[in-house]
């Protein structure tokens, strides 16, 4: 009876090792959910929004892992951004205050130092974030905002005025604009402008010619986007740190993500399951 309780004690604990595995397996190497947490990627994404995001996309590097370790380096290609995407990517801290943030919600970020202390202690990076932005510069690509319009290597991008949109967002304007911004490979996508063309923080910048292996990236909230502007804060993202691109939206509600209590009554049914890579990259295209 006792050897019968050992092996059962085993099958379970194999069991247990083996459904971790395949979950980690499935994290790293396949798809991983992500939730949209703030509105610098609207109106073409939205806060409440939940991603699976195609992990193999475009390379394979240490920070396509849980973890993410140290000892882990390099990165394998698989495939380069194109501009136009919408690419997942980590970006460290490079600055104290912006791990300080991010050190909000309950007990005043209480949980998220506590994490962080636990990497820094296994030798994982300790002060970093995922963000979501759209490739808008490749290597040696020259990027500036003049008076809120957006150059590419000189040349001003087209902007085509929609209609006004309206913002849920304390710090900003309540009605904002909304525009067809046309890149140079031919990809169409809303942008937003909450204030006045050059009257914004980053709408007037020097020109940044982007590095070799290295990518431009801006929110399509053109006023309320922390990206590759903030030269000493975002800046260039090194190839190795895109962690992949969404693959589609399996939910999306506009309660917050503590309200669980409130999802089913705030679903924006409207937006579920349609949200697949090519209709991200150019929310013009029509749904198929």
Known sequence: MDNEKQRTKIRSTISIIA??????????????PYTIPSGSMTPTLLVGDFLFVNKYAYSYSRYSTFLQPKFISGHVTMGSPKRGDIAVFFHDFSREDEAQHYDHGMF?????????NIRGAIGCPMEGVHY???VIGLPGDKIQMKAGRLYINGKQIPLEFVDTYPLN???????ARRYVETLPNGVKHYVLKAYPFGEAHLDNTPEFTVPPGHYFMMGDHRDNSLDSREIKGVGFVPEHKFV??????????EASWLQVHKWLFSVRWKRLFKAYTDKLRSPLTPNV
């Not at 967002?169 to 009605?175: A, D, F, K, V």
């Not at 992949?244 to 509600?253: D, I, K, N």
């Open 19 to 32: 459904t971790i595995a395949i979950i980690l397996g499935f994290h790293t190497f396949l798809y991983q």
């Open 169 to 175: 967002e304390s710090h900003m304007p309540p009605i």
């Open 244 to 253: 992949g691109a969404p693959a589609f939206l399996f939910f999306s509600t």
């Open 132 to 134: 979501v932005k759209r």
């Open 108 to 116: 005043g970020g209480f949980f998220s130092r506590q994490w962080r």
